[in-house]
């Protein structure tokens, strides 16, 4: 079984049209739940299918960026091995724990530490600005990335390789959890209060996440993690707040108004951003 694992995960990178469907699959999934049992009431400036068109677009330039920098990614990651450079090596780690080493440290670098960044350098709060500025959050929200973000998470994904020394199989067992993670957390889904506060202790819940997605400060520097909540809780970044007063979008930077137009998203973190009055 584990060999078959590890085959699978291996090579998985080559197969580009098999983790889309990954991808599609995971989004569909919770579009179809979170239609079911929504968190909160959201008001689309059209509909639901001309937000999903808006942020399906970055997706897709996110997805072709992703291709590239793969490239890269797999030339690291042989590097690593070659040289036996990284804690898996270091460690002499066995194939699990090697999985469980790389996990951790792609979580923090590519996850947390990444997120943290964008949120305190100002040039870099420019773009991760087009993510908060969706004002439903819902599945689709999850790959709403500008492209130069796209373009920064990867290079602090490359700084987790490097530290970790992670193969290949171990990158893409953390990438495909990843996928499913992202469209969980952003998904418009109502869970037991207990349930989701329990799985908060290790994994980034719906409503933990939410949190950081309210649309005031310091909310919205909260709650940082990708897949694992243990970042936060752990560097003191974790907060709580009761799903009946988030309200999502900016209290700052970018007007509400114009959080489905997609030229200007693309555009606006390159010119002037003025800050905008807290209503």
Sequence with gaps: MTDAIIQYFSNLEQRPLERLAILVSGLLFFWIIEGSIPLLPLHYKKNKWRHAAVNFGFTLIHLIIHTFLALIIIRISDWCKTNEFGLVYWLNAGI?????????????FGGWL??????????????HVVHHADNNVDVTTGLRHHPVESILRGLFFFMGIIVSGAPMFAVMIFQT?????TAFT?????????????LSWVLV????????HHWKQPYTDSNYGAVLSIWDRLLGTFMKLDTGQIRYGLD?????????QFGELLTKPFGHMDKTPVA
């Design 96 to 108: 699990w724990t090697t999985v469980l080493i790389a996990f951790l440290t792609l979580d923090f």
């Design 114 to 127: 990444v997120h943290m960044t964008e949120h305190k350098v100002p040039v870099l709060w420019r773009f």
């Design 177 to 181: 959890i990843l996928i499913v993670a």
């Design 186 to 198: 952003h998904a418009n889904i109502r869970l037991p209060k207990q349930l989701d506060a329990a």
């Design 205 to 212: 819940s719906p409503n933990m996440h939410k949190v950081h």
């Design 252 to 260: 700052r930077y970018y007007p509400n108004e114009k959080d489905e």
